[in-house]
């Protein structure tokens, strides 16, 4: 009984893992056919906290970070991004709402937005 429980997660964990790699596709695909290609120089502030997010950034090349910012000013790394993975502030892209986060490129990046 156990052993048929576990084959059925299992299953059900393939299916999952099988329809992200789908999705994950896809939504290269898109970047890559609608997508335009901008490259920025290590450091370069792609969001600051308190803007709204207007982009959806697939990193093709390099490496970047989202953020916080303490009350005093400090940044605080809350995730890292690199290559062939997607980031932005999606509640603020989604929302319209100000990001708390901040997005800032580790090196010389390659993008599509």
Known sequence: MVTQQRGREIEV???DAAAQKRTWNALANCFHQLGTTRKVAAH???LRPGDVAR???LIERG???LFVLSPQGAE???QFFFEGEVVSSLESLAT???SS???VSMEP???KV
């Open 96 to 98: 319209g709402e100000p």
């Open 76 to 78: 605080t790394s809350i």
């Open 63 to 65: 490496a970047a970070r």
């Open 101 to 103: 986060l901040g997005l």
């Open 109 to 111: 990046c390659t993008l």
């Open 13 to 15: 964990e393939a299916a």
């Open 55 to 57: 982009h959806l950034y």
């Open 44 to 46: 370069q502030s792609l």
